[in-house]
Structure formats: C-alpha cells, structure tokens
C-alpha cells in the first residue's frame, strides 16, 4: 500500500509527474464527495469534546476553534455548532494573541499548542476517522492496494511536533491507514 500527500495547491499535472499512475485525492473543504468528509471543517457531528460530558462538537475545526482562549477573549462554544463550513477559523487580530486551548469546556487547564495538538485535535480528528469514515477509509486501503493514492492538502506538514505550520490533516489519514498514528506523549 502506497500513500502520499501533497499540496492541493499545485497543478494536477505537477502531482503526478512525482506520482504516475497515483489516485488524486483531495481531502479538504473543496474536495468532492465522498472525500470532503475528511476535511476537519466538515460537519459530522457528535464529536466529543473533551472533559465536557454530554456536549459534543459538529466538526473537528470547530471543536478545535471553540477551545482556543485569546488575551481578550477567551472560549467560543457557538464554534462547536457551526454546520456550514464557513467562518469556523478565530484569528488574533482583535483578540489579541492566543494563550492556549482549554482542555474541556469549562476546565482551568489551559494547553500549549503542541500539548492541544496532542491531546485535542489528535484524539478529536481519530474520533472523526473511527466513527464517521470507516466506509471511506476503507475505499480509499483497497485503492492503494492497486496503486499509488496522494491526499491532497492545503498543509503538508505531517510533523506533530512542527509548530511552525498547521499540521496535516491528509498526515493523519496516511498515519491512521498505515497503522503509524503518533502516540501521545507522556503526561502534558
């Protein structure tokens, strides 16, 4: 089974002169069908969110972005329920700069990027992959079993612990279809 990633951005052309003969797969918000599912800003529903007994989240962009805590702002539970795919993302430009993620709802416990990484969007996006996208999944094992597959990303980035660019979430797919999913590191 071969699996690759690369940048949605780039011409389909470019891609598979590095992949002949490889099935594009975008997985992002403007993919097609059935492949936008893997897209975090997709609204699968039922996500749970952590330390938060009985509330859940539609998508893992939204549960991502409702946990981010600014200087001047903190939480955005609205994001939890956002099922539109648009205007999910929360910048700093009026919030001032990020302090970290809540780890739960209403928790004390404010995570570093890296630690939200693994103990957050991680846990979060494989919750995704496990319940909502086994079907999918599994389209996408007997297809590499026949030949190349490349997901498509806007991220390539497939290094957790890289935060200097957002983390791919194509990487995940590949990681989890692999049986290579990074493992969380000791108490955070």
């Given at each position: 089974?071969?699996?690759?990633?690369?940048?949605?951005?780039?011409?389909?052309?470019?891609?598979?002169?590095?992949?002949?003969?490889?099935?594009?797969?975008?997985?992002?918000s403007?993919?097609?069908?059935?492949?936008?599912?893997?897209?975090?800003?997709?609204?699968?529903?039922g996500?749970?969110?952590?330390?938060?007994?009985?509330?859940?989240?539609?998508?893992?962009?939204?549960l991502w972005?409702?946990?981010?805590?600014?200087?001047?702002?903190d939480t955005?539970?609205?994001?939890?329920?956002?099922?539109?795919?648009?205007?999910?993302?929360?910048?700093?430009?009026?919030?001032?700069?990020?302090?970290?993620?809540r780890?739960?709802?209403?928790?004390?416990?404010?995570?570093?990027?890296?630690?939200?990484?693994?103990?957050?969007?991680?846990?979060?996006?494989?919750?995704?992959?496990?319940?909502?996208?086994?079907?999918?999944?599994?389209?996408?094992?007997?297809q590499?079993?026949?030949?190349?597959?490349?997901?498509?990303?806007?991220?390539?980035?497939?290094?957790?612990?890289?935060?200097?660019t957002?983390?791919?979430?194509?990487?995940?797919?590949?990681?989890?279809?692999?049986?290579?999913?990074?493992?969380?590191?000791?108490?955070?």
């Amino acid at each position: 089974m071969k699996i690759g990633i690369d940048s949605r951005r780039k011409k389909a052309w470019t891609v598979m002169k590095l992949w002949p003969g490889a099935l594009l797969v975008d997985v992002t918000s403007k993919g097609p069908e059935p492949w936008v599912r893997f897209s975090p800003f997709f609204p699968h529903g039922g996500i749970p969110i952590p330390n938060t007994p009985d509330q859940t989240a539609a998508s893992v962009e939204g549960l991502w972005q409702g946990l981010k805590v600014f200087e001047k702002e903190d939480t955005d539970p609205a994001k939890w329920a956002v099922t539109n795919m648009k205007n999910i993302k929360r910048s700093g430009k009026s919030r001032g700069a990020v302090r970290g993620h809540r780890f739960g709802a209403t928790s004390d416990v404010l995570l570093g990027y890296r630690d939200a990484r693994y103990r957050i969007y991680l846990p979060a996006y494989r919750w995704v992959l496990e319940n909502r996208l086994t079907r999918e999944l599994e389209q996408l094992r007997e297809q590499a079993e026949q030949r190349p597959v490349v997901l498509l990303d806007y991220q390539t980035n497939a290094n957790v612990d890289d935060l200097s660019t957002p983390l791919s979430h194509a990487a995940l797919v590949k990681w989890y279809l692999e049986d290579k999913w990074p493992a969380t590191p000791g108490k955070v």
